[in-house]
């Protein structure tokens, strides 16, 4: 049986890098027209190229995102621009629009298109109809229970795809436009300035929200397994490097140990704080276990987090010691936790820190600058590995 | 340019050349459910043109008596079906329906290359998105084969959630509400109603459409239909008489111009293109 795919957004080259090295199975990638995030980094044609060369290299695929809703002018030129993707090495376009299928299963017929979750395709003849089209793969909606997936599965023949963790939307995808009436910025073409987020006025009353909490299916991926569903898609193209290689690292041990049989309850309990820690917003299932309700949302007025974990990337390590850019303050004396692409995990304490002069210093203060800890393992530690805090020199354990 | 209205109660009489009728338990983003009897006993009586709404989302188990209900309004000659959905295309073709469908994914239906894909497709008509401007619509009524619908006045719905908002947003202040809201956005100042069904909650924007001012345009161009919603619109049947009369002189009497300038100054997007990019 073919194992299922992690699939792991990359806002740009690094990121597509290091969410492959972390265990991502496959990445989708926007190019910089027609793409659903209109204001993340996204790819140039060299990128998109580079991209698709490395991810090959390591037996792995490059999905791109060509899934706006097309106005007149969105046309012109979209055909030349598919036929330069398609000679950078994409392996599959990610599409919302018909024509736009249509016309690449027509003319590239060696690349796979999967249907947009911005069609919100909800039943198995919708489904039908995309595949009489050609589709490869369809991306459901994440409106969805697990036995409304598993009969789509049932019922169909194309790959299913469905998200398992990130920012989810309040409405339908594609039947939103709050973004372009109240910000003027239009949501369909990768202009959402998330008012689902917004607070609104009801007048004597508390404000009217409707905010949703951020989707984690740590705890039900054996589920989605089991049912058949072919690719778990992470959202985020626009999330941090150190967020990305936590969130695909943890969901590629999550996978691989559910394969091999090793999961354990203690296990999945260090996933789910690992997947936790990072979250800046509280998680929820939503749609798979029951109707969504008010749980599920930020009716609770509680705020979003900013994580300051994260310490340092590696670049990288030799002769005992680890050299890294620094991202965040902390230590000597501080317990941190290198991780690497590998699922490598080493705890320890910070017994010596020296700036990139190999002056020893107490603290590490200044992001982006160089530094070196002193560190013996026999473990390897590649690029990209990093480090995070477990314990400042001040908290006591038990805290 | 004919005229078709969707009336927010029952009953009514209007001049225009059809009604649209939301279909209770297939359709969203109405003020006004109709029962399959109710429509059978509606095409019985008017002579118009009927089209019918059709445009939830579905899901695995609506599939069987939504294949019934198209069958039943295939029946019925109903002059189109709106739907959004594509659900309801596949099961036409597989029953090889003759009724007419209309493309109403509300906020998607913004390229004439597009239109001319569904009308390939064998869809007939194709309800324009309100979120482009009057050029782009008069470029797809130009350049694409299928038969184009524009809605001109209306509270626009703007949004649909599968999620129960308004009962979610009272359960956590622990009370019982009504299913709607009228909630005010904060830097705009613009209200939004919030309304909940057992389907989910639909947002429509408190302000009126007004495009009168755009009709002229749409006329010229040979536009084959407008619409006109009546949820929030004052006097709603003697403005669909009037603009009845106004369509019929060949969209030439200012005295319309002038008197509908009441409705407010709003054109929504006819005139104000969206951006995407913000950098």
Known sequence: MEKIELLSPAGDLERLKVTLLYGADAVYIGGQQYSLRANANNFSLDEIREGCHFAHQLGKKVHLTLNIVFHNEDMDGVEEYIQEVVDAGIDAFIVSDPFIISYIKKNYPQVQVHL???????????????????????????????????????????????????????????????????????????GCAQVCRFSFENEGKKDFTMATKDMNMAEYIKDLMDIGVRSLKVEGRMRSLYYLAVVIGTYRSIIDDLYDGSMTKEKMKVYQERLDRVANRETSTHFFMKEADYTDQYYSGRGEASNQDYLGQVISY?????????????????????????????????????????????????????????????????????????????????? | MKLLVEASSKNQEFSSDGLIVALEGYSVESVCYYTMDEIREIRKQYSGEIFVKVNRNFLNEDLDSLREVLKELDSLSIDGVFFYDLAVLQIHKELSLSLPLVWNQTHMVNNYRTCDYY??????????????????????????????????????????????????????????????????????????????????????????????????????????????????????????????????????????????????DSTNFFFKKTIYKVK
Do not use: W
Request: include cysteine; proline fraction near 2%; charge should be negative.
């Open chain 1, 116 to 190: 947009s979750t911005q069609n919100s395709t909800s039943n198995y003849e919708a489904i039908h109809f995309f595949e009489e089209e050609g589709v490869d793969r369809v991306v459901l909606a994440r409106e969805l229970s697990k036995k409304q997936i598993e009969e789509i599965i049932k019922h169909t023949s194309c790959d299913i795809e469905t998200f398992i963790h990130g920012a989810m939307c309040t409405c339908f995808s594609g039947r939103c436009a709050l973004s372009n009436y109240v910000t003027n910025r239009d949501a369909n073409r990768g």
């Open chain 2, 119 to 264: 009308y390939e497709k064998g869809v007939t008509y194709a309800l324009l998105g309100k979120e482009i401007t009057l050029e782009e619509i008069k470029e797809i009524i130009e350049k694409s084969k299928i038969t184009c619908m524009v809605e001109v006045i209306s509270r626009p719905s703007v949004a649909f959630s599968k999620r129960k908002l308004v009962s979610n947003y009272y359960s956590d202040l622990g009370e019982v509400g009504e299913k709607e809201l009228l909630v005010k956005e904060k830097v705009t100042g613009d209200y939004y109603h919030v309304l909940e069904d057992s389907y989910g909650t639909c947002f429509f924007l408190d302000t009126i459409t007004n495009g009168t001012s755009v009709m002229k345009d749409l006329y010229d161009c040979h536009c084959p239909y407008i619409i006109m919603r009546e949820y929030g619109i004052p006097s709603f049947q003697e403005l669909v008489s009037d603009t009845k009369d106004y369509i019929e002189g060949g969209c030439k009497d200012e005295d319309y111009l002038l008197k509908y300038k009441k409705l407010g």
């Open chain 1, 318 to 399: 030799q002769d005992g010691l680890l050299k890294f850019y620094e991202r965040n303050y902390f230590e000597v004396g501080d317990t941190v936790e290198l991780f690497t692409p590998k699922g490598d995990h080493i705890e320890f304490v910070v017994e010596e820190l020296f700036d990139e002069d190999m002056n020893q210093e107490e603290v590490a203060r200044h992001p982006d600058n160089v530094y070196y800890i002193q560190l013996l393992t026999d473990i390897d530690i590649p690029e990209y590995s990093m480090l995070k805090v477990v314990r400042r020199k001040n908290e006591s354990i038990q805290s």
